[in-house]
């Protein structure tokens, strides 16, 4: 059959731009024997498909029809498109570190005035250094999951970025991926933020692209570790061009007494998958996630959340919203594994849909593996339309159909946005939603 | 000179079902028309399908408009000529503040009349001059739309619109439905402001009560879908003494 020999095409192209991108890969010795190892164990899988069961919604042998060659390091014009990008989606008051096609691009970037206890470095810097037990850290991802592995693989650049114990930054830091619209291609990231004991942070994750830039991929990794009695607020936007992928993994480790406060929003791409595994590995902590697809036309986000919790007395809320135009196809895939010693755990998951349109798709499949007897434990699921009656209420009142649905609609995702504390990250948020919105129109 | 509302032999069915069987009412600008009659003679039905409310079905008559034909226009549309429903039952809209609602609803009324939007710091001005004159607190305007209002406020909150749109036709459906007296008295103020000889009310009730603080030009007795008896004010002190029961003959 055509249709199988393409997808086991995409398979083989995979090896072979691993094998032409190999001399651009830094890190040698031990960090280029991880990344072989690595390319092994995804070849043994190759790329995921339904049979996976975890990949059931999400089969990339079908979706991702191409492979693109890994992108060239960004020259002068691509680094000033990437600027004119900058333009629309940074803000003030961030501290802004940019990468360009998986590159990181100092000039885009803030890098003076650091704070005192803080530092950033390359993913770059940090594989060619002789620093063996910040590269484990570095490879401390599911190993077993093949894009992962070819993560792990393919990586080019990233931020390495570490707060001391104690340390309360009061600016947020804002990492940018950005897309130059040059040929298509794909951009293999990592990066990792590390937070000390008793400190405080805010990490804004951002995707986005030039103008002109369409048919892209991006395969982003991120490292967190959150330590005892510190605080993490973290945002991720995903912006990305209607016609790019986006698939990006992370590892978070939660300590004891730490909080970690997250909120995700895909309103681009044409296939994403955003996969995270949260360890709460310390007692009494506390982590909230929230995350909102807005999709419409082909649209297809997969959000895959694991949540271990490992220690007693935490309590984890979980809230996941799709909005769903056309046919968009919305995926939550949420999983609890209560650990024997976490007694005491209260974690709760809900998954909220708002159908558009008859042809759109919301698949939900909540797990609960529970080994501890002293838990609170639960997940529910919504699935419904915009109201009438209030949709004839704006009506009466002057708004028109697609003004009286944006209105609602805005008002179903901003009940997930209230849970940025940061108001100008909040605004970024609103604003994204409101670009989505817009082009609906 | 044109009626600013006609009615005209109005025949509606919900799910199959006739509800309205020819109803006529002419209302003309200046003038207060109260609607009276018993529960499930209609009053709404006839109120939802002037504002344009989808799940009715006309089979017969015309509703015109300043001259123009109702029932070919969307809600939205109807609205920016100056039609106003104040409903029976406000809904609640989590996560809309009411400053929010009220901006767009009235941007989108003056854009589809071809007129400029209005920026925020007018906006705001307008707002408060209104909502000071019915003694409502800006804090309530921050909140989600009637989220957590009493019945008094919902209530309070659609007069408020009305003063902020300027409609030239407001239809009040069960204004006194679940108000004190005093939230009543304040309520109808708001409204008797709104009276002048370009605008016009129609005053839906089923109690005589609200219409000694609304005192209306008209009173129009609905029964099982039709106005079975129309006259001035003192009908409905005839009502007050007498009930429905009559009229209830008198449709069957
Ligand atoms: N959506 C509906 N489906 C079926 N019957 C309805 C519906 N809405 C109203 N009706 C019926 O139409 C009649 C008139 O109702 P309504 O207009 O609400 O009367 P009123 O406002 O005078 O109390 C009642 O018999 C009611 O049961
Ligand atoms: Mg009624």
Redesign the interface.
Known sequence: MNVALAKTDTGTALGEAFALARPRLPGGGKVANTRQQAFEAYERIGLPNRRIEDWKYTDLRVLMRDVLPLAPAPDAAALSRAADALKLHAIDGVRKLVLVDGVFAPKLSDLGKLDAGLTIRTLRDVLEADDAALHAKLFALDAANPMIALNSAMMTDGVVIAVADGTRLAQPVHVIHIASGGLPAAMFTRSMFSLGKEAAATLVESYICADDAENYQVHDSMVIHIGDGARLDHVRLTEDSREAFNISSSAITVGHKAHFNTFGMNTGTIVSRYQAVIGIVGEHSQVETNGVNLLNGRQHADTTLVMNHVAPNCSSREVFRAVLDDRGHSVFQGRINVHQPAQKTDAKMMTRALLLSDEAEADNKPELEIFADDVQCGHGATTGALDDSLLFYLRARGMTEKQAQALLIQAFVGEAIESIVNDDLRELAISAAERWLAARA | MTALLQVKNLQVRVEEQEILHGLTLTVNAGEVHAIMGPNGSGKSTLSHVI????GYEVTGGEILFKGEDLLDM???V???KGVF?A?QY??E????TTM??LR???N??RK?RGEAEYLVPDFLRKVREVAGSLNIPMDMLKR?VNVGFSGGEKKRNEVL?MAL?QPSLCILDEMDSGLDIDALRVAADGVNALRSPERAMVVITHYQRLLNYIVPDHVHVMSKGRVVKSGGKELALELEATGYAQYEDVAA
């Open positions: 504002a344009g409310k989808p969307a809600p939205d109807r609205s920016a429903l409903f406000p809904v809209i989590p996560g809309v929010t609602f767009t609803a009235l989108a009324q589809a989600g619109q749109f």
